[in-house]
């Protein structure tokens, strides 16, 4: 699961800061996307560039489920109103994962960035 890219002394103290707060707040992945210095880290840029598309898959995943939910009832409705903020917590233990200097994969997000070779 876990992958080498680059020995751990090449990754600072900086790229793990970014790279964990890009999970829960994907704006700072896009800034780090867009900074030259920043996106010619190899860990920031993975991290950053993986951050987004996990954002976005969840936050299908929660329109979907959300619309869904709503319409079948109220009260199964009202308990997905507490479905985006139980999946952005997910986010917490990716951030947590990448502040370790840890290479990880997420199912399918990673797969996929990697056959895009955006990573």
Request: proline content about 5%; glycine content about 6%; aromatic content about 16%.
């Amino acid at each position: 699961m876990a992958e080498e890219k680059a020995p751990a002394a090449e990754i600072t103290e900086n790229d793990k800061l970014m790279a964990a707060i890009s999970y829960p707040i994907p704006l700072l992945a896009i800034v780090i996307l867009l900074v030259e210095d920043m996106k010619s880290r190899p860990f920031q840029k993975f991290h950053a560039v993986q951050s987004l598309a996990a954002n976005i898959a969840l936050w299908v995943i929660i329109v979907i489920s959300a619309c869904i939910l709503g319409l079948a009832t109220f009260f199964i409705g009202f308990c997905g109103g507490f479905l985006p903020l139980l999946l952005w917590f997910i986010t917490f233990y990716w951030a947590y994962l990448s502040y370790q200097g840890q290479y990880f994969d997420i199912p399918v997000v990673t797969d996929f960035i990697k056959n895009q070779g955006w990573v």
